[in-house]
Nanobody, 123 residues
Framework: QVQLVESGGGLVQPGGSLRLSCAAS????????MGWYRQAPGKQRELVAA???????NYADSVKGRFTISRDNAKNTVYLQMNSLKPEDTAVYYC??????WGGGFVRSGDHWGQGTQVAVSS
C-alpha cells in the first residue's frame, strides 16, 4: 500500500508565505510525476503545479512567479513553496503522485492522492 501525507497548510495574511510538504510512504518501487492540485469552495479541482522525476516543472498561469514546486527523490517528498499569497489562493491543496509500487508480488502502477491540507489567505 502507498500513502501520501501532506503538511504545512494554515492561515496566512495576504502577501505571506507557506511551504507545503507531501511525503509518500509504503511499498514504493518508483515515483514518476508529482504535483499539487487545489480545490476552492464551489469550484473544480485544478492543477497548481507538477514536476517530473527529472525536476522539470510546470505551473498554472495564476501561480507562475509566486509558487515553486520541488522534490527530493531520496525522501519521496514533493514541496510547494508559496509566496506572495493572495486571498484567491484559499483552497484545500492536494498532493498527487504517479507511483509504481509492490502489490501481490507484482509491480503495479497507480495515481495516488493525499488527504488535503487547508490553506487560507485572509487579513
Amino acid at each position: 500500500q502507498v500513502q501520501l501525507v501532506e503538511s504545512g497548510g494554515g492561515l496566512v495574511q495576504p502577501g505571506g508565505s507557506l511551504r507545503l510538504s507531501c511525503a509518500a510512504s509504503g511499498s514504493i518501487f518508483s515515483i514518476n510525476a508529482m504535483g499539487w492540485y487545489r480545490q476552492a469552495p464551489g469550484k473544480q479541482r485544478e492543477l497548481v503545479a507538477a514536476i517530473t522525476t527529472g525536476s522539470t516543472a510546470n505551473y498554472a498561469d495564476s501561480v507562475k512567479g509566486r509558487f515553486t514546486i520541488s522534490r527530493d527523490n531520496a525522501k519521496n517528498t514533493v514541496y510547494l513553496q508559496m509566496n506572495s499569497l493572495k486571498p484567491e489562493d484559499t483552497a484545500v491543496y492536494y498532493c498527487n503522485a504517479d507511483i509504481r509500487y509492490w502489490g501481490g508480488g507484482f509491480v503495479r502502477s497507480g495515481d495516488h492522492w493525499g488527504q488535503g491540507t487547508q490553506v487560507a489567505v485572509s487579513s
